[in-house]
């Protein structure tokens, strides 16, 4: 098996946040990568493009000791192994359309139905400390 295909099978299991900063940082690592993906059309590049910059508009994610690892690997790989890994990234990005944002209907109706389940009882919170203790014990 490939070390794209093993790199992109411990990448997918990343949260998004986390997948979309090593795309970021594997598009910048090939200085000419809108020439090298020319196949996808300008318009397409430019969005993936603009929803890199988009979500990343406060600066690069700190990553994690073992996700910074998996960035590492990926980012030594050939330039013709990276820009296979980005394709298969790719895929996995969130549509500019569709975002939610502060002031959109449909955001604040996502919010409500979700503090109503709260209070009705339907679901239950997890606590911080504990949603922040899990993570730790599974990404470190």
């Known amino acids: 098996m490939s070390e794209v295909v093993v790199l992109f099978r411990s990448l997918r299991e990343l949260f998004a946040e986390v997948r979309l900063e090593i795309t970021r940082r594997l598009w910048q690592s090939i200085p000419n990568i809108r020439e090298e993906h020319a196949e996808y059309g300008s318009e397409l590049l430019d969005e993936i493009g603009s929803r890199l910059a988009y979500l990343f508009r406060h600066g690069p994610l700190e990553l ?77």
Not at 75 to 93: F, K, N, P
């Open 64 to 140: 994690t000791a073992q996700c910074d690892d998996l960035c590492q690997r990926a980012l030594a790989l050939s330039r013709d192994e990276r820009s296979s890994l980005i394709r298969l990234l790719w895929q996995g990005l969130p549509p500019m359309s569709g975002q939610f944002r502060e002031n959109d209907p449909a955001f604040v109706a996502e919010l409500n139905r979700r503090a109503a389940e709260l209070e009705s009882g339907t679901v239950k919170g997890i606590p911080h400390e504990e949603v922040m203790q899990r993570l730790k014990e599974k990404y470190g």
